[in-house]
């Protein structure tokens, strides 16, 4: 019983800082993209509108609710509840250092790819249940891009299982050692740069965003949605991109390790290498223009999946040989 | 005690949404429906420690077949697929086969033996983790099975491709579909 309870309580204090990290994530993209475009970004509420986003929060909660009376009302509602649920429960598996971590589960990576691919549904559901034609052609894109994506992004980070020999995030993340050419970024640079880009796609992210593209489909998929379940619509997609960016350092970057050890705070190099990759993923949305839609396809199947593939076989061979 | 009421639970939930899944009206509900049937099927391996099906299962099943399913939902007009004839006059026969088959599957139950046995008893299972048990069986022991499953795969691969090619590569039979379609 108070097990469950001090599981309850962990549960708790993981939801609300990925919370406040996910408010504060708005505010770093606000910010770095505003200095990037040579203007101040976010500067009234607070100092250097450091309160925005709890300002934002406010707002979004206390705005009027519409659902389309021509929408598929229970699917209209879930929708927005499947893309957060299925994101946040991949928070449980992601270890923050040695012994933090929800559920130290032996198909950790498989699970989370489980839960990114079942957070497509809410985006079609979306599209699907709003009865319009700008969500609907969203929600379509997203669908193919996601399973297109999903793929490259698996056989990516089977060149990482074949290494590790073990899909227990903790026990990758220890297969690598210590030392800085322990990292899996060294013999799995081609893996890393699929990844790179299969996690752009699947986090519907600048150059990907074909799902919700303002200049031509309004906002995509979540057209219709207004207050808390567009906010929702939004937390989601950046729990996606921290979950993605923690998968990233976890498999390629060493995760929890760092040059020297921070007392009393052991998830301090994570949490410094998911924001790297946050960063990564503010650059890009700064700096490059969208993809048309066939060359993503294009690029998905010809280039990341082949070249993901013969990863696979390289790491093989080398690995056959080595041991 | 836990595994029991857990294994109730998605007992009840598979039979529940399986009926739903084949009543409802909205072919997307019944999609959805199937959907949480998969979850519920993931939660049963679970039971069993089988932690790699039941992760294959979702990833699998509901990431990417069922996703499909929506594709072909979205893609074909459902007011005219309704139309479709029936491929049996009458209704009853198909409940008798149906209703057969329920009595032939219940008539197989009393050969289940319970408990363990084979070469991977549970313990075991749970010391080398599910997933090295499954590949170090699935590369060796059952090999050419495996391969012989890669194979038909590959087949069906290139059928699709061929199918899908030869459209693109004859406009006038892509016209000749059109016409047929107006």
Not at chain 1, 25 to 49: C, D, L, N, S, W
Request: net charge neutral; aromatic share 14%.
């Amino acid at each position: 019983m108070m097990q469950v309870l001090i599981l309850f309580i962990q549960i708790l204090v993981l939801f609300a800082i990925v919370m406040l990290h996910v408010a504060y994530a708005t505010y770093f993209e606000r910010k770095i993209i505003g200095h990037m475009q040579v203007r101040m970004g976010p500067m009234r509420v607070g100092y250097h509108g450091l309160l925005q986003p709890i300002a934002d929060g406010i707002k979004s909660f206390f705005k009027e609710d519409i659902i389309p009376e021509q929408a598929d009302k229970a699917a209209f509602r879930a929708a927005p509840i499947i893309c957060l649920v299925a994101m946040m429960t991949s928070l449980a598996v992601l270890p923050f250092a040695k012994g933090w971590v929800l559920a130290d589960i032996n198909i950790g990576l498989l699970f989370i790819f489980a839960m990114s691919s079942l957070a497509s549904y809410g985006v079609i559901l979306a599209g699907w249940a709003s009865n319009s034609k700008f969500t609907f052609l969203g929600g379509m894109r997203s669908m193919a891009q996601v399973i297109s994506y999903e793929i490259a992004m698996g056989l990516s980070l089977v060149g990482v299982m074949m290494l590790s020999g073990t899909l227990n995030l903790t026990e990758i993340v220890e297969a690598q050692g210590t030392s800085f050419t322990g990292m899996y970024i060294f013999p799995q640079i081609l893996a890393f740069f699929v990844f790179c880009i299969a996690m752009l796609a699947e986090t519907n992210r600048v150059p990907f965003d074909l799902p919700e593209a303002e200049t031509e489909l309004v906002s995509g998929y979540c057209t219709e949605y207004s207050g808390m379940r567009y906010a929702i619509f939004f937390m989601a997609e950046y729990i996606g991109m921290m979950v993605m960016a923690a998968i990233g350092t976890i498999c390629f970057l060493g995760g929890w390790n760092g040059p020297f050890v921070i007392p009393f705070f052991p998830p301090f190099w994570l949490i410094l290498k998911i924001y790297v990759f946050m960063f990564f993923f503010i650059w890009i949305r700064a700096t490059l223009p969208r993809y048309r839609y066939d060359q993503l396809m294009e690029l998905g199947w010809k280039l990341l999946i082949p070249l993901a593939l013969a990863n696979i076989v390289l790491t093989g061979i080398i690995k056959a040989f080595t041991s | 005690m836990f595994t029991q009421i857990f294994f109730c639970y998605c007992a009840v939930m598979i039979i529940g949404t399986g009926l739903l899944a084949i009543t409802m009206r909205n072919p997307v509900h019944s999609v959805l429906m199937v959907l949480v049937l998969f979850f519920h099927m993931a939660g049963l391996y679970l039971t069993l420690q089988a932690e790699f099906l039941a992760a294959v299962q979702i990833i699998v099943y509901a990431g990417a077949i069922l996703v499909l399913y929506l594709f072909v939902l979205f893609l074909v007009s459902l007011r005219e697929e309704v139309l479709i004839e029936r491929y049996v006059d009458s209704a009853w026969i198909g409940r008798i086969f149906a209703g057969g088959l329920a009595v032939a599957l219940i008539g197989i139950l009393p050969t289940f033996i319970l408990g363990e046995k084979g070469n991977w008893p549970l313990a075991r299972v749970q010391e080398v983790t599910h997933t090295k048990a499954m590949g170090q069986e699935m590369y060796t022991t059952f090999i050419l099975p495996f391969e012989i499953a890669g194979l038909i795969l590959l087949v069906a691969v290139i059928g699709g491709l061929v199918l899908a090619k030869r459209n693109a590569a004859d406009p006038a039979l892509q016209t000749d579909e059109r016409e047929i379609q107006k």
